[in-house]
């Protein structure tokens, strides 16, 4: 999904970008879905769609699919380098920063005789500080690089979709991928052994 898709979904308000793709009846596709019944089948589907050099897609399960990460070619997530440099920028700027401005520039007093610059009574708060900026990285930055939190999503009007909560699996591929094309993208849904191809909409 693009970055204005992104920002539009989190501020309705905002236009979206110009949709690759229409239906006849003037609405957005969003992109096209296949339904599978056997775990072994939408594994194997998954690696064949990965190989086609599609990047925008899901695959939607009722429980987890061990190696599925490897099968899509997921690749591993930047979450942690944002963990570490905004615990890194907290601790440093934040937690040390404050403390020296605060106890040598900005109003300086002597405690216990030690001198203003004394860097040793700050680990305690720069220690909070890095932690604290962590945290909130890690919730903001998993949370942003989902795309969540969402107020809707194009997938829940299709009843096919909704099986996935019960015994079924279903793959979908997003019309903003680069290789998306509504005929040859239904045909290799078909030739791994897609069921129930579905078109799905956007109602905005």
Do not use: C
């Not at 903001?140 to 079924?168: E, Q, V």
């Amino acid at each position: 999904m693009s970055v204005l898709s992104t920002v539009a979904d989190y501020f309705p308000l905002l236009p979206k970008p110009r949709p690759k793709f229409v239906t006849e009846t003037g609405k957005r596709v969003f992109g096209m879905i296949a339904i599978f019944d056997e775990t072994p089948k939408v594994y194997h589907a998954a690696e064949k769609v990965r190989d086609a050099g599609y990047t925008k897609w899901d695959v939607n399960s009722p429980f987890p699919i061990h190696g599925m990460e490897e099968a899509m070619g997921v690749r591993k997530t930047i979450l942690p380098y944002i963990v570490f440099g905004a615990g890194l920028g907290g601790a440093i700027v934040v937690g040390g920063g404050m403390q020296w401005w605060m106890t040598w520039i900005d109003y300086p007093i002597i405690v216990q005789g030690k001198p203003y610059e004394a860097w040793e009574p700050f680990i305690p708060i720069i220690f909070e500080m890095g932690v604290l900026h962590a945290a909130f990285a890690a919730l903001i930055g998993m949370l942003a690089l989902n795309g969540l939190p969402r107020f809707s999503h194009p997938l829940f009007s299709s009843a096919g979709f909704l099986k996935t909560s019960d015994d079924r699996f279903v793959i979908g591929i997003e019309a903003e991928d680069k290789n998306f094309d509504p005929d040859a993208t239904k045909k290799l849904l078909e030739d791994i052994g897609g069921k129930d191809i579905e078109l799905i909409e956007e109602d905005a």
